[in-house]
């Protein structure tokens, strides 16, 4: 592979206004969009050496044939443009939401006559304004009959309201006390409109304001024996009281913020988005989100936000996050346009909105696990997986026991291999595996390497023999005879032959793995690679790739394999790093453990502690004028 991308533009071609630029494929898909204060020192990043790329920006580009770029007056007008480009050509290296499910909302219809309130999930009612997302349709249903006792509004449907204004007879739920419009004969529409905004402004956070009122009321009509009426004030008071018991008070009562909760991985991110109005949580709306290249926690902040607030109705005065984005302050005027006020964007750091976001954070580190391990649960779903990859790859019998591989490396250094395994569907964690590659010419060389060391243990089972196990015999009933101890070797693990090997590549990498079964005479495996540009899965010596279905439960179990491996890897290749980095500091005379730990726990990684100056170094406590330079000269000659 050339090092050398062959569409990489002059530097000088390249402006240093702010804009958006697009990486697009042979066929003039886009692939990627992005936004950048500076294009010329962005696009840099993605045209340095392919071996210095991360695996899966490197992948990205050398998909790309393409890119172009768009220079705008303003950051805000880059951040404007990057949100609409991705909504229109939805390229596949962004990254993907997945909302947990289709949320149930309460609406009301503002747009109509008499508007009503009503439980939906359609979010493009004309006119509506939205309350929620709500767990469950029921908690919707029970918050609004706890609110219509205290704002009687128009619960029927379109045509009981109709045909009750029509005919003059109140429409049935009207009839036995369940609708509180114009329909039901006992008010207005302009009475009703006054009752429908009341009730708008107390879910959008009004509570204390209708509290006081209605207390006043309350007393007002008990000192003039209206009991009647007090009555009346006294019931609506005990519903809105109820209404807010349902959700406690968790930042100040006059605090609107909507807080983000994040969690993440190399590979995937979940995200708990908690709606505060009037210092309540009044609903929670969780997502997925599939990372295609790599991305900063601040760019993946920057990402959500856009994505919450591009088409939203309601934005709140303060939005809390856990890391600001970059481009924190033009996102703040992107959604003042859209509020029409002041917006804040800030950072949990203490006091009650830091408790909160441990809490949605919580929640967050809960749905990334659950949305890594939902569908292996299912023992129907996981043999329908076998069964389909089986047709599809053509087998003749179930991959009952899959191993997936995949290459690792730091620009060309630290080359590692994982390998995982999976069987009924299943992670068999005692069973993986890591290799170091010492010397190689590429990922398909490493492969090809990696894969006859583990198809070797397959002809020579005793290379990897386990401990024998002991088993006793008990003696049986009257005789004369002891226990005995016998002995009994257990079969090697590396001694099962899969049934299928999946690599982590396209075309290539599969063509390797073949020859290395080919090599070592074990052509009865089969063997198959899932791309990850288009999730495609390919077989040695096909032309063009099996396409699994996206929702399908064979593909996601491919996927999970891939992932997998590629985590394993990442982890023992990070391993590697922080063992050699402590190896050759422990070799500097005077530097133990605990100095060696302070340094790195001050510098944060071993790039800033190796490029850092002999000055800096031994601002660390502990560190001397000269052991700083002996720590500096060591560092630059390994």
Not at 287 to 313: N, P
Not at 542 to 565: C, G, H, K, N
Not at 605 to 615: D, I, W
Request: aromatic share 8%; net charge neutral; hydrophobic share 40%.
């Amino acid at each position: 592979m050339a090092d050398v991308l062959p569409y990489k533009p002059r530097v000088g071609e390249i402006p240093t206004n702010p804009g958006v630029y697009r990486f697009r494929d042979a066929d003039g898909r886009v692939l990627y969009v992005g936004k950048a204060k500076n294009l010329r020192q962005r696009l840099s990043n993605y045209f340095a050496p392919l071996r210095t790329l991360h695996e899966r920006t490197r992948r990205m580009v050398t998909t790309a044939s393409s890119v172009e770029w768009t220079v705008v007056p303003t950051d805000v007008d880059s951040l404007q443009l990057e949100y609409m480009w991705i909504k229109e050509f939805d390229p596949p290296f962004n990254v993907r939401y997945k909302d947990d499910k289709s949320y149930p909302f309460m609406a009301v219809t503002l747009g109509d006559e008499a508007p009503r309130v009503i439980v939906t999930r359609n979010r493009k009612i004309p006119g509506a304004r939205y309350f929620g997302p709500y767990p469950k349709v029921w908690a919707v249903h029970e918050t609004i009959d706890l609110m219509v006792k205290a704002f009687p509004i128009r619960t029927c449907s379109d045509s009981s309201y109709k045909r009750a204004m029509q005919t003059g007879r109140p429409c049935f739920p009207g009839q036995i006390g369940k609708c509180g419009g114009p329909c039901s004969m006992t008010v207005t529409i302009e009475e009703h409109r006054a009752m429908v905004d009341d009730f708008v402004a107390f879910m959008a956070g009004g509570d204390e304001r209708f509290t006081r009122e209605l207390t006043k009321r309350m007393l007002a009509a008990s000192a003039a024996m209206d009991y009647e009426a007090a009555a009346r004030f006294r019931d609506k008071l005990t519903a809105i009281e109820a209404v807010l018991g349902k959700s406690a008070l968790v930042l100040a009562t006059d605090e609107d913020a909507d807080l983000f909760g994040i969690a993440e991985d190399e590979l995937a991110a979940a995200v708990q988005h908690f709606v505060i109005r009037g210092g309540r949580v009044r609903g929670v709306r969780a997502m997925t989100i599939e990372k295609e290249i790599d991305i900063s926690t601040a760019d993946l902040v920057d990402q959500v936000l856009q994505r919450a607030y591009g088409d939203a109705q309601d934005v709140p005065r303060r939005i809390i996050v856990p890391t600001l984005p970059d481009d924190a302050a033009e996102l703040e005027v992107w959604l003042r346009e859209r509020r029409g006020k002041k917006v804040e964007i800030a950072v949990a750091q203490r006091g009650q909105r830091a408790d909160l976001m441990r809490t949605a954070t919580l929640n967050a580190q809960q749905a990334l696990i659950r949305y890594k391990t939902r569908r292996t649960s299912d023992y129907i779903a996981r043999t329908q997986a076998l069964t389909d990859l089986q047709e599809a790859l053509g087998m003749s019998e179930a991959p009952l026991r899959i191993e997936c591989f995949d290459i690792s490396h730091l620009g060309g250094t630290n080359v590692v291999a994982s390998m995982v395994v999976f069987e009924d569907g299943l992670p068999r964690k005692d069973q993986y595996r890591s290799f170091n590659i010492a010397e190689t010419t590429d990922d398909t060389d490493s492969m090809y390497q990696v894969l006859r060391r583990r198809l070797a243990y397959l002809d020579r089972p005793e290379e990897a023999e386990e401990p024998a196990a002991a088993v006793v015999i008990p003696g049986e009933a009257g005789d004369d005879l002891e226990e005995v101890v016998v002995e009994v070797k257990r079969k090697p693990r590396f001694a099962y032959p899969p049934q299928l090997l999946l690599v982590d590549g396209g075309q290539p990498q599969v063509e390797a793995a073949a020859r290395a079964l080919r090599d070592a005479g074990h052509t009865e495996i089969a063997v198959c690679g899932i791309a990850k540009r288009l999730e495609e899965i390919w077989l040695p010596g096909d032309d063009f790739p099996v396409i699994l279905p996206r929702t399908s439960e064979s593909l996601y179990l491919l996927q999970r394999l891939r992932d997998e491996a590629h985590r394993f890897a990442i982890t023992h290749q990070r391993k590697r790093r922080r063992n050699d980095i402590t190896s050759i500091l422990a070799e500097v005379p005077g530097l133990g453990a605990s100095r060696i730990k302070v340094l790195l726990k001050h510098f944060g990684s071993v790039t800033a502690l190796r490029s850092a100056p002999p000055e800096v170094i031994q601002e660390v406590q502990g560190i001397g004028p000269v052991l700083a330079e002996n720590i500096h000269t060591h560092l630059s000659t390994r």
